[in-house]
């Protein structure tokens, strides 16, 4: 079956998130692989956002990442990194659709980053390479 990496980025662990993004989690069906209040390093997070390396928010990114604790979590299911995405809402969580995490529980805060309270896997590829990175032993 299925997994995806999902992160509560350090901004929904500060605000008491953790446990509203698993309730959701749970209640559309996945299941929770494994569960670890992590804070992420800088080698962790070259690895983990290469892709955006030499974008204007990168540097604001990885501050912010490592600005407190994220909750780091695998969940499993059929299709369940498109269907965790689809929890997450939209990137920018002014533009989130009601109803998912960004849209009902983000809103912007005028930083230099989006602080938009999850993180979730965008194929099964960054899935493997992320799970990977978050949790050495899986
Ligand atoms: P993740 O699930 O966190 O990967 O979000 P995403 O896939 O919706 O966004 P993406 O991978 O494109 O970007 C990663 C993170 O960088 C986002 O979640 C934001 O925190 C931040 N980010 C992305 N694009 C922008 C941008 O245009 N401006 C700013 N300030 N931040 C951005
Ligand atoms: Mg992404």
């Known amino acids: 079956?299925?997994?995806s990496l999902?992160?509560?980025k350090p901004d929904g662990v500060r605000r008491g998130l953790s446990g509203e993004v698993l309730r959701r989690i749970e209640a559309k069906g996945y299941t929770l692989a494994a569960v670890?209040?992590?804070t992420a390093t800088p080698e962790i997070l070259a690895e983990h956002y290469a892709e955006?390396?030499?974008k204007p928010f990168y540097g604001p990114l990885v501050e912010f990442m490592l600005s407190g604790p994220v909750l780091a979590v695998v969940i499993e299911?059929?299709?369940?990194?498109?269907?965790?995405?689809?929890?997450a809402g939209a990137?920018?969580?002014?533009?989130?659709?009601?109803?998912?995490?960004r849209g009902d529980l983000g809103r912007d805060w005028g930083l230099a980053v989006q602080q938009n309270l999850v993180h979730g896997s965008d194929s099964e590829e960054s899935a493997a390479r992320e799970?990977?990175?978050w949790f050495t032993e899986l």
């Open 6 to 8: 999902v992160l509560v």
């Open 52 to 54: 955006h390396e030499g």
């Open 131 to 133: 799970i990977g990175i």
């Open 77 to 87: 299911g059929q299709r369940c990194i498109e269907g965790f995405r689809s929890l």
């Open 1 to 3: 079956v299925q997994r």
């Open 91 to 101: 990137t920018d969580p002014t533009a989130a659709a009601p109803g998912t995490i």
């Open 36 to 38: 670890e209040l992590r």
